[in-house]
């Protein structure tokens, strides 16, 4: 079936401009994280969905940075006036729940802001 | 959730097992070990899970030592397409403020040479 998809694959921006980044969860995936993986940084959890609702976003680096999924399904991550350190992979994932063991990843957004 | 350590990179050759090893000596006791790997410039990968006993799947085994301190990812036939980063990650299942979020490490680069 069909797995997580994101999109763009590629965004470049220029700094200062608005950007939003899509993920199609796997149908029936009640739980969506986001992830950012930056160059030196790791993998870094940035907000969980459950349903349409964002019980942690704890991660979230600034106000800058904004989600919201519509219908149980689709997440978009927002970033506003972006800034050169926002330049990362974001990744997505879903999972059936909040505690299964299972998360798949999507293949995630490499964004540049210039 | 535990922290965990792993060593910067390891090497296999092709064929030969590669043994992969996790320290997390402040696990507590609802907390399970996972394995994840992400092969370059894709999402991470789910490999396998464990509590206490030992686990076995498709693609690879995992060792838990009886005090569950520390364990041991094998891949018992390393390919070429083993090349990856895994990481070991602590993470409780009941639930809880964690909402099943993954915290990675650095992890270990795997190098598989022929």
């Known amino acids: 079936g069909a797995g997580v998809s994101q999109s763009p694959s590629n965004k470049v921006t220029e700094k200062g401009k608005d950007v939003e980044l899509r993920c199609d969860p796997i149908?029936?995936?009640?739980?969506l994280y986001w992830y950012r993986q930056s160059l030196g940084q790791g993998l870094e959890f940035l907000i969980y969905?459950?349903?349409?609702?964002?019980?942690?976003k704890s991660g979230l680096p600034s106000d800058r940075f904004s989600a919201e999924r519509t219908g149980g399904s689709v997440s978009t991550l927002t970033i506003q006036r972006t800034q050169q350190e926002d330049s990362a992979v974001y990744l997505c994932a879903s999972s059936w729940d909040r505690v299964t063991y299972e998360q798949y990843f999507g293949p995630g957004t490499r964004l540049t802001v210039t | 959730d535990a922290k965990t350590t792993q060593p910067p990179s390891m090497d296999c050759a092709e064929g030969r097992a590669a043994n992969l090893p996790c320290n997390h000596s402040t696990i507590s006791g609802n907390e399970y070990v996972y394995w994840y790997r992400q092969i370059h410039s894709q999402g991470p990968q789910y490999i396998i899970h464990?509590?206490?006993n030992n686990e076995t799947n498709e693609m690879a085994s995992l060792i838990i030592t009886e005090d569950r301190k520390s364990s041991t990812l094998i891949l018992p036939h390393a390919t070429l397409r083993d090349t990856a980063v895994y990481y070991c990650?602590?993470?409780?299942?009941?639930?809880?403020?964690?909402?099943?979020?993954?915290?990675f490490g650095q992890g270990t680069i795997l190098t598989v040479h022929p």
């Open positions: 149908s029936g995936h009640t739980a």
């Open positions: 464990g509590l206490k």
């Open positions: 969905f459950q349903g349409n609702s964002a019980p942690d």
């Open positions: 990650i602590v993470r409780t299942n009941a639930g809880g403020t964690s909402y099943g979020k993954l915290t």
